[in-house]
């Protein structure tokens, strides 16, 4: 199967303003769930949900009216859940290149009408770039199960 990004790209609005005039992480954050969504629905061709998005850093605010591009990629995939690596990038309108702003990976499960998992196709990864994002996502889900112990007694 094909895992090509999907990308999306938009011009921020004046309504995504944060009180410092930047971009709102909230609106940030919407943007990587809604790439997620895509990419996850395209590759299992299933409606798919968010069950967790971890890491998210933000490196550089994003200005009104700069052009936004998300680009999500599978990175992992398990029996129902797909490891979704989703980088943000602006660029003011006269500048040719982008800068990237944010990255995070997001998890998502297939799911039927009921919302019983389904099984999602397997990803194998094939380029060296590939094989080191499969063993980011695999690292990344050893320190989640860390934290989770971590957290119980507070839950």
Same mark, same amino acid.
């Given at each position: 199967?094909?895992?090509?990004?999907?990308?999306?790209?938009?011009?921020?609005?004046?309504?995504? =303003?944060?009180? +410092?005039? !930047? =971009?709102?992480? +909230?609106?940030?954050?919407?943007?990587?769930?809604?790439?997620?969504?895509?990419?996850?629905?395209?590759?299992?061709?299933?409606?798919?949900?968010?069950?967790?998005?971890?890491?998210?850093?933000?490196?550089?605010?994003?200005?009104?009216? %700069?052009?936004?591009?998300?680009?999500?990629?599978?990175?992992?995939? +398990?029996?129902?859940?797909?490891?979704?690596?989703? !980088? =943000?990038?602006?660029? !003011? *309108?006269?500048?040719?290149?982008?800068?990237?702003?944010?990255?995070?990976?997001?998890?998502?499960? @297939?799911?039927?009408? !009921? +919302?019983?998992?389904?099984?999602?196709?397997?990803?194998?990864?094939?380029? %060296? %770039?590939?094989?080191?994002? %499969?063993?980011? @996502?695999?690292? *990344?889900?050893? *320190?989640?199960?860390?934290?989770?112990?971590?957290?119980?007694?507070? *839950?």
């Amino acid at each position: 199967m094909d895992n090509k990004p999907v990308t999306f790209q938009f011009i921020s609005e004046p309504s995504d =303003v944060n009180y +410092g005039g !930047n =971009v709102h992480g +909230g609106s940030v954050m919407k943007w990587i769930d809604q790439a997620g969504y895509a990419c996850a629905t395209t590759w299992s061709g299933n409606y798919s949900v968010t069950v967790y998005v971890g890491g998210i850093r933000f490196y550089e605010p994003i200005k009104i009216g %700069e052009i936004v591009k998300v680009e999500a990629q599978v990175i992992y995939t +398990g029996s129902s859940s797909m490891h979704i690596s989703i !980088n =943000v990038f602006s660029r !003011n *309108l006269k500048q040719p290149t982008f800068d990237k702003k944010t990255h995070c990976i997001i998890v998502f499960v @297939a799911v039927d009408e !009921n +919302g019983k998992k389904l099984p999602v196709p397997k990803w194998i990864p094939e380029t %060296e %770039e590939e094989i080191q994002q %499969e063993k980011y @996502a695999k690292r *990344l889900m050893e *320190l989640r199960t860390q934290i989770e112990d971590e957290m119980k007694p507070f *839950l």
